[in-house]
């Protein structure tokens, strides 16, 4: 379980601030907000890249701030929408790389990472375009790889910041309905953050909201997309 | 067969082209030696001229021509990781203008840092600064181009100083630093090659400690971070490496232009790869040998021209990295 309690978070200044935030895994939460409400700066909090300015966050029991970076990097995976391919590196060896935190330090990937690898891959209907270079998908594959790359990771949580932002309508329906059945299979605790509020209503998810004032918080699925603009607003 | 299909076959094609290259360089020069007297004067030492030419001056020539090629390019392969850009390089970030300020200052004035006038000291120091300066730099700045700028910008005020430096010490001081400038291999002797074999080998073991983060950090900081690299550390460790290589190559021999921007990019472009310990031991051959052909042809040219070293990497690594930036607008990424 991840728990924050009495959260304050920001770089310098105090950007957004929650009572409570519980995620459990197998959770799919959607969290919403305007632009510059502070979604990405709660993700990159929860994940422990930069420390609350107040409040306390626990992983499992254990105060996020004493997670090694490579003991936190088993327990949370991060996907966003900034990955745009790199020149010589496939897919295969780019879906590796979320082995990372279980490899020596040379980086040599065993038999049972690639499996892993391959696994992750498979599990995304991508399999086929493990021989591909990254810098050749198209912007819906490269969402798709870059979820395997997480979750080759095989951490609890999954933490996704906008990962449907350079897709269609078509591919940000598969890719939701791709991780909905991630938490349910794989009983991951995801976030994720969006703007696709009509798919949010559409799907009946749980929401982190994060209103413009600031304030976080916690909310059943909302059936009504007007209701959750007024939320926002 | 393609380099990335079959890289250890390709490995083993440099090795065996840098041990034909070091047979020809020990052959080759204006005095000339017969192979039988080579072999004499390697495996059964006298006090003959041959051996004298190999022990002396070919041998020790050759073998930091190979050091010092090796060295700029892990250097080089370490700076394009940290700074995610392929222009980047130790002599581009100004990581060797820092060397040569300190070693200009040691040359023309006799002064020296914590009274010291070990030379591979002050470059090393002189190169972690300048590292840690543009890493701070690199912190501040997101932009790639604007981080470049700055380390022109930098490298042309040490510049300015060392002329300051130059303008106001005896001609032949003067004279020493200028030949040290040019980046020459021709003075280098047998003493001088355990001290930089030593660093050459504790920067390759230390280069091999990062490499599944290297591996990581092609994703960027941010993602390096959520698999589990601590930034902190990278970054200091790969200027670090950095530092040390090119700080001990630039005392040295000087400040040896484009091996460290050209190789890792020749390496990483021929090999198609980003599995960093691969490229590491990639570009340790591929520099040897670059380093060592371009001080064969100054050898072969010795008797008609003096070409400096400086000269002849920048002349082959210019256009080359011109066709790289046209062909595959890197300096976009």
């Not at chain 1, 991780?179 to 998810?205: F, M, P, R, W, Y």
């Not at chain 2, 543009?134 to 040490?158: D, E, P, R, T, W």
């Amino acid at each position: 379980m991840l728990q924050a309690k009495n959260l304050t978070i920001g770089y310098s200044d105090a950007i957004a601030h929650a009572e409570e935030i519980i995620i459990h895994s197998g959770d799919f939460i959607a969290l919403v907000g305007r632009n510059g409400s502070g979604k990405s700066t709660l993700i990159h909090s929860l994940s422990g890249k930069i420390p609350p300015l107040n409040g306390l966050i626990s992983l499992d029991g254990k105060d996020l701030s004493s997670y090694t970076a490579s003991q936190l990097a088993c327990k949370i995976a991060w996907v966003n929408a900034g990955f745009l391919g790199v020149p010589h590196l496939t897919v295969l060896d780019y879906v590796l790389l979320g082995r990372t935190p279980y490899l020596g330090w040379l980086g040599n990937p065993t038999t049972e990472d690639r499996m892993a690898a391959q696994k992750a891959l498979d599990f995304v209907s991508a399999g086929h375009l493990k021989d591909d270079q990254t810098t050749s998908l198209s912007d819906g594959e490269r969402q798709l790889v870059s979820i395997a790359r997480a979750l080759a990771q095989e951490t609890p949580y999954l933490f996704l910041d906008e990962p449907t932002a350079f897709l269609d309508f078509f591919h940000r329906k598969n890719v939701l309905a791709l991780l909905k059945e991630i938490a349910q299979v794989k009983k991951i605790g995801i976030i994720l953050s969006t703007h696709e509020l009509d798919l949010v209503v559409n799907l009946n998810l749980p929401l982190i909201l994060v209103s413009k004032g600031g304030t976080i918080l916690h909310h059943p699925s909302i059936a009504n997309r007007q209701a959750l603009e007024n939320l926002l607003s | 067969m393609k380099p990335n299909q079959s890289p250890f076959l390709w490995m083993l094609v440099l090795g065996v082209s840098l041990l034909f290259l070091f047979i020809v360089y020990l052959k080759a020069g204006a005095y000339s030696t017969t192979w039988g007297q080579m072999l004499d004067a390697i495996f059964y030492p006298t006090d003959s001229l041959s051996t004298t030419i190999v022990w002396s001056f070919r041998l020790p020539r050759i073998l930091m021509a190979f050091l010092a090629g090796g060295a700029l390019s892990v250097a080089g392969m370490h700076m394009q990781n940290l700074f995610n850009n392929s222009l980047a390089g130790p002599d581009i970030l100004g990581i060797t203008s820092g060397s040569s300020l300190m070693v200009a200052l040691w040359a023309m004035t006799g002064w020296s840092l914590l009274g010291t006038s070990d030379v591979i000291l002050l470059g090393i120091l002189g190169a972690l600064g300048m590292g840690i300066i543009m890493l701070m730099f690199a912190y501040k700045l997101k932009s790639v181009v604007h981080l470049l700028l700055l380390g022109l910008m930098l490298g042309s005020f040490i510049s300015a100083i060392i002329s300051i430096v130059q303008a106001s010490s005896a001609s032949q001081d003067l004279q020493r630093f200028v030949f040290w400038n040019f980046g020459n291999l021709q003075r280098v002797n047998l003493d001088q090659i355990l001290p930089v074999g030593i660093v050459f080998f504790v920067g390759l073991t230390l280069s091999m400690t990062q490499v599944r983060s290297l591996n990581a950090m092609v994703l960027g900081e941010d993602h390096a971070q959520s698999l589990g690299i601590s930034l902190r550390a990278f970054r200091l460790m790969g200027i670090l490496i950095a530092a040390i290589l090119t700080g001990t190559i630039t005392a040295y021999v000087g400040p040896i232009a484009f091996v460290g921007l050209a190789v890792p990019n020749a390496t990483k472009l021929w090999f198609k790869t980003q599995k960093h310990g691969l490229l590491l031991g990639a570009n340790v051959l591929l520099g040897a040998l670059f380093l060592g052909l371009c001080d064969l042809l100054i050898v072969y040219f010795e008797p008609y021209l003096s070409l400096p070293l400086n000269a002849i990497t920048s002349l082959i690594g210019v256009p080359f990295i011109c066709w790289m930036i046209l062909k595959y607008r890197y300096v976009a990424s």
